[in-house]
């Protein structure tokens, strides 16, 4: 039986990266590549095609080869224009995911979770936060996110790049405190602290007793803890340094 990750089944994730990474793919139909993300000064809609098609490409030789790949084809080839890189690096990386049952054994960054499930969830993720970078990059200032989507993403987001990626960087709070997340139905915790960083599933009531609480709209949190929306896009009550703190340090790592 497949496992599940956050809030989603893992068939769940795999229909919506394949649906996701399509949107994200005709963007370039949409606007032209030079056009900038607002969310990421310096990048445009090309280069986040770019980047995303480099590392479906980066994952996929990483599955067949059972390690970090050295190297891959990071750049269109002569005569590829950008949109068929990035659709021959999607095609390929679905084809492996889906080649392979979740709980199949799969190297990857995250010593808590070793299977394919893992990318899975990741890729999704991946593509779903720069899919909001192309539509605001082509002028939709605010890119509609399904909700059982941007909730999974909100754990992904504590749960792995808060909680693991963070350290990881070697990146830690300079203020010690908890900010309690409340969106969906769903809570978390986030404790951060120049020798912590950590965040868990709570109940609401946990949450709310934290030093700051957060809460909104399920995509407005997602795009917030994502560092793609400005930090008063939620609600925060407390003092908001600890808030303030999280969605900075988010940021470094999310980009």
Aim: glycine share 10%.
């Amino acid at each position: 039986m497949s496992r599940e990750y956050g809030v989603l089944h893992q068939k769940r994730i795999l229909e919506a990266l394949t649906a996701e990474s399509l949107v994200l793919g005709e963007a370039l139909g949409t606007a032209s590549a030079d056009a900038p993300v607002p969310a990421c000064p310096g990048w445009s809609l090309g280069e986040v095609i770019r980047h995303v098609g480099s590392m479906y490409r980066m994952i996929r030789r990483w599955l067949l080869d059972g390690r970090r790949p050295d190297a891959w084809q990071s750049d269109p080839g002569e005569g590829q224009s950008l949109a068929e890189y990035f659709a021959a690096a999607r095609l390929g990386l679905l084809e492996e995911l889906s080649a392979h049952d979740p709980e199949t054994h799969a190297d990857t960054w995250w010593p808590a979770d070793r299977t394919y499930g893992f990318w899975r969830r990741r890729m999704l993720h991946e593509t779903l936060v720069h899919r909001a970078d192309a539509q605001q990059a082509a002028g939709e200032a605010s890119p509609s996110i399904e909700e059982d989507l941007a909730i999974d993403g909100i754990d992904e987001a504590l749960a792995l790049w808060f909680g693991q990626k963070l350290p990881m960087l070697g990146l830690a709070g300079t203020r010690t405190g908890s900010v309690g997340v409340l969106t969906g139905g769903h809570s978390w915790i986030a404790r951060a602290g120049p020798e912590e960083l950590i965040a868990w599933r709570c109940s609401p009531e946990e949450a709310e007793r934290a030093d700051d609480v957060v809460s909104g709209r399920p995509e407005r949190v997602y795009l917030w803890l994502w560092g793609r929306a400005s930090p008063n896009a939620v609600s925060v009550h407390g003092s908001r340094d600890l808030a303030a703190q999280l969605w900075a340090l988010l940021r470094l790592a999310t980009r």
